[in-house]
């Protein structure tokens, strides 16, 4: 027993004596996208965000542990997402058959009543959405690696990744089929404004209108919409990568995949995105300074 300890410990003093501490610098760019359990229409990896960091190997021999700490742009691109917004049920909260009733809502909506007894169309149409998903991380590999010949290495292990900010910016364009007319006349009378919005709200439509003539305000040109949703999103992103690269003395070249085992939000139950998991493609250009 104390040969066979004597023996572990002068092998350990060994390989320690031999080991090699490389540090480097790496930049990289990535292709970014989403495993989801719901089918997403429209949407689109994003592409070439970048990566970039600093790189620590200790090797033995053929053998090594690869560590990272790396600022990583993901998430995806969302390119002409519909959604349909249809305002003809506004006009439900009105009998429009009953004098009393009329009559009363004219003189608390006299412009919107106006409009409505003129026959005027209700809007409805759709909502065009472009944009991306930004969710920026600070990335921390942790590989094992395997120095082939030729300068071929292989590697695979856990990536711990915390996020730095979540973000959703779109460009939202709205596109009438009908009340065309109606929008237009809103958007150029304050007191119909007022008396829809007001309306709207009190028949539970107030959201959707207010959106309708933010959009409407915006015309051709759409509405940008930014939106910090770092809240939603879990604080903790455990990946699994694995890779390949090479290397010729201090210049290394490497492709690798990283797929999430953690989904990204919060609550699932709350997003129609349904379990989402991060994805990434990278490839990284790293030097090592010895």
């Not at 695979?156 to 959703?168: D, H, K, M, T, Y």
């Not at 709205?174 to 919005?197: D, T, Y």
């Not at 699994?240 to 690269?245: H, N, Q, T």
């Not at 070249?253 to 989904?263: G, M």
Request: charged share 15%; net charge negative.
């Amino acid at each position: 027993m104390k040969k066979l300890l004597i023996s572990v410990l002068a092998l350990f003093a060994f390989s320690a004596a031999n080991a090699q501490l490389h540090l480097g610098a790496r930049l990289g760019g990535n292709v970014a996208f989403y495993n989801s359990d719901v089918e997403a229409e429209n949407v689109a990896p994003r592409l070439f965000s970048p990566n970039i960091g600093v790189v620590a190997e200790v090797r033995i021999a053929r053998f090594g542990v690869q560590a990272e700490v790396q600022y990583s742009q993901q998430g995806l691109d969302v390119n002409g997402a519909k959604t349909g917004v249809d305002l003809s049920a506004l006009s439900s909260g009105v009998d429009l058959t009953d004098p009393s009733a009329i009559a009363a809502f004219a003189s608390q909506y006299p412009n919107l009543a106006t409009q409505l007894a003129s026959g005027a169309e209700l809007p409805a149409g759709e909502v065009s959405t472009e944009g991306t998903q930004r969710r920026d991380y600070l990335n921390i590999p942790v590989m094992a690696k395997l120095h082939l010949p030729l300068g071929i290495k292989i590697f695979a292990g856990p990536q711990f990744g915390l996020p730095l900010s979540a973000v959703n910016d779109y460009k939202n364009t709205l596109s009438l089929n009908k009340g065309e007319s109606f929008v237009n006349a809103v958007m150029e009378n304050p007191s119909l404004q007022s008396e829809v919005v007001q309306f709207a709200e009190a028949n539970g439509y107030g959201p959707q209108v207010q959106g309708l003539l933010g959009l409407a305000q915006g015309g051709e040109a759409g509405v940008e919409v930014e939106t910090d949703v770092k809240e939603e999103v879990s604080p903790l992103d455990v990946s699994a990568v694995i890779g390949v690269g090479f290397q010729i003395k201090k210049l290394a070249i490497d492709a690798r995949y990283a797929n999430s085992f953690t989904n990204m939000y919060k609550d699932v139950s709350e997003l129609a995105s349904g379990n989402t998991k991060n994805a990434v493609v990278q490839v990284g250009l790293t030097y090592f300074l010895f």
